[in-house]
Structures are given as C-alpha cells and as structure tokens.
C-alpha cells in the first residue's frame, strides 16, 4: 500500500475494478485516468461511456502506465502537444522560479532559502527569496524537451496547508488561491481566459469578480433546497474561488485543514479554473470536482452508485458508491441535500 501523501497516482493494485483511487490532494489523483466507465443508456439508445483519459491531464509516463491522449493531439484552446505532455510541462524540476520580499519573480538573484508554498514557509527577506507555488513554471518556462512553448504567464499566488492529502470528511483542505491561477493555465489553454472575447466557456480569471448576487448565493447556498448558510462559514473545497489578493500574510492566514477559517468570498473574489476543476485528474469528465453530466449528484439521501438498488443508471453511471463517494473526498452524503443537483448551484442558485 502507498503510504498517504507519497504520490500523486495511487498504484495499480491498490484500486482494483470498484475501488477508487485514494490519494486525496487538492489537484486530485492522475489513477482516475485509468477508470473507465459504460453504462446503459435509456430505452434504445446505445451505451454510455466515460473513458478514463477524459477525466484529467493524460501525462506521459510509460513506466507508470500513463499514455498520451488517444483523442486530443494539442491542449484544448491552445497549441501545447499531448504527445509531449508530462509532469515538467507545468512543474519546474530545477525549481528556479522563486518569489523575493517585494513580490518579485525571476529565475535567479536571491538563492532560494525554502518553499513557498506552505503556511509554515518561511518569508523572502532582504537575503534571500522562497520557491514559488508547487515548483510552477513562470515567464519563459519551456522544457528541454519541448523547445517551442514558452509560458507568458507566470505562476499564481497562492497557499496550501501542510496536511493537504487527506479525507474531508470532517474539514476542508483550504488551499488560499490569491491570484492568477486562470492566467497561469493558460499558458497551454489560452482560448478559455477571460481577457480572449467572444472564446471562453465560463468566465475565469483576475477580472472576474464575485458580483453582490453571486457572492451572496455562494455564502447562503448549503445544499438544494438551503439557503440559509452564513458568509463566515460558508467556504467548499468542492467549490474554491480567488481571494483577489497576492498578500502573502493574508493567504498564510487563510490556509488551513483544521476548519478555523471558512469564510466565503467577497466583492474582492473571482473565479478560476480551479473552481471547477482539479488541476491533476479526477472521477469525472474534463477534471470536473463533480460530476456535470447528471441531474443528481445524491440520490435518495445517498451518493449515487451501481451496487445501490433503485438508482437509475444515469446518476451512478458505471461508479460503485464507493468510487462516487471517494470524488467528493469522503464527506458524508448527508452534507448535501436528499436529491442534490449540481455543484453550479454553489454560485448559481438555480436549483
């Protein structure tokens, strides 16, 4: 058995067919590329399916079992191969990308004294800088390998807790996203920016800020049916947003795995890609943190799942309970309501 918070990919033997992956970072477990799913459709329609290289990034990593995307060549709304896609496509190896005490980010001067991606990471001072968030490439960052992509964007701000791999079944994993992680992806997924009209699905990036309704349906909505939750606790991993901010005291105070801080956003905040989606993979199509392509993400009180009598196969659609359950990192059914629709309705409140 992997021991917790070792890797990023749970080992073939640990997640047999019915058993899902069980690494529980926030970016998710690329193991769910290997889950693949069929289920019967209704009446005469041909089966469904969700094949696993549709639910994250599909690095390539022969001696893991990891293959390129069998559908998509390049990066969807960008240029990046598929073919060429692996773990330093976006994480520099060398870690040169480092943040000095005024905020500045550049690949050398100051030497990096430590990571600066914890709560408990020290700060840059006048001597000496700390790495930049999970190692991300910044401006010019191009792989050897590659040669002919370089980024434009730099990396985010942002802040994790130091104990991020784990369940929530009781508390969230708070990451503090400040700002600019829609404008670091799109270094490989330009077209979905905010800042390139009339291309993008949902809007995304430091200009797209939480309006009074939004921001009021996020704190108040609890679950279909609820609306009576409260600004100071309104905060979901399943559903984080951008702070608005690159103060680094602030996102350090914000941070946490202990559920002290639960505070949902402001006028200040916005929306990134990481509101939707794992920036790994996960047990749904596109990278989603639940499941968009069914009506009721809990039914009859439960989680959905073949191996559950009486749930129509387009809820469980090929999942057993278990595997269901493991994609909202192990929170109790019971936090959502009895037949709970989509996790949109966090910020849409249309159910």
């Given amino acids: 058995m992997v021991p917790a918070g070792e890797y990023v990919a749970t080992s073939d033997v640990d997640m047999p067919d019915g058993v899902p992956p069980g690494q529980l970072t926030p970016g998710g477990d690329f193991g769910w590329l290997k889950k693949s799913y069929k289920w019967e459709a209704s009446g005469d329609?041909?089966?469904?399916?969700?094949?696993?290289?549709?639910?994250?990034?599909?690095?390539?990593?022969?001696?893991?079992?990891?293959?390129?995307?069998?559908?998509?060549?390049?990066?969807?709304?960008?240029?990046?191969?598929?073919?060429?896609?692996s773990c330093i496509s976006c994480h520099d190896p060398h870690g040169r990308y480092r943040r000095d005490d005024t905020g500045a980010i550049s690949t050398t001067g100051k030497p990096i004294i430590a990571s600066g991606s914890y709560t408990n990471s020290v700060d840059p001072d006048a001597k000496f800088a700390v790495g930049v968030y999970?190692?991300?490439?910044?401006?010019?960052?191009?792989?050897?390998?590659?040669g002919n992509h370089s980024f434009t964007?730099?990396?985010?701000?942002?802040?994790?807790?130091?104990?991020?791999?784990?369940?929530?079944?009781?508390?969230?994993t708070r990451v503090a996203y400040g700002s600019g992680m829609s404008e670091w992806c799109t270094n490989c997924h330009k077209a979905y920016l905010m800042k390139t009209p009339g291309t993008q699905l949902h809007p995304a990036g430091n200009g797209i800020k939480f309006s009074s309704g939004i921001a009021a349906n996020y704190n108040a909505y609890?679950?279909?049916?609820?609306?009576?939750?409260?600004?100071?606790?309104a905060y979901t991993s399943m559903v984080p947003f951008e702070m608005g901010t690159s103060d680094y005291s602030l996102l350090k105070?914000?941070?946490?795995?202990?559920?002290?801080?639960?505070?949902?956003?402001?006028?200040?905040?916005?929306?990134?890609?990481l509101t939707c989606h794992r920036a790994h993979a996960s047990g749904w199509d596109k990278s989603t943190r639940w499941n968009m392509k069914t009506e009721m993400l809990v039914w009859n009180g439960d989680y959905a799942g073949k191996d559950r009598n009486g749930v129509p196969a387009q809820y469980?659609?090929?999942?057993?309970?278990?595997?269901?359950?493991?994609?909202?990192?192990?929170?109790?059914?019971?936090?959502?309501?009895?037949?709970?629709?989509?996790?949109?309705?966090?910020?849409?409140?249309k159910d």
């Fill in 316 to 349: 469980s659609q090929g999942r057993m309970h278990a595997e269901t359950k493991k994609t909202f990192y192990d929170r109790p059914a019971n936090y959502y309501g009895i037949y709970q629709r989509s996790l949109c309705n966090k910020c849409h409140a």
């Fill in 222 to 233: 609890v679950s279909s049916g609820n609306l009576s939750g409260r600004q100071d606790t």
């Fill in 153 to 172: 964007d730099g990396p985010p701000a942002a802040v994790c807790p130091p104990n991020y791999n784990r369940p929530e079944d009781k508390t969230n």
């Fill in 45 to 85: 329609a041909p089966a469904v399916e969700s094949r696993g290289e549709w639910h994250g990034h599909n690095i390539v990593a022969a001696d893991y079992g990891f293959q390129a995307d069998a559908t998509l060549t390049e990066a969807p709304g960008g240029m990046y191969p598929s073919g060429s896609l």
């Fill in 134 to 146: 999970r190692l991300l490439g910044g401006i010019g960052y191009s792989p050897k390998s590659l």
């Fill in 253 to 273: 105070k914000t941070a946490n795995s202990d559920g002290s801080v639960t505070t949902g956003p402001d006028s200040n905040a916005n929306v990134m890609c």
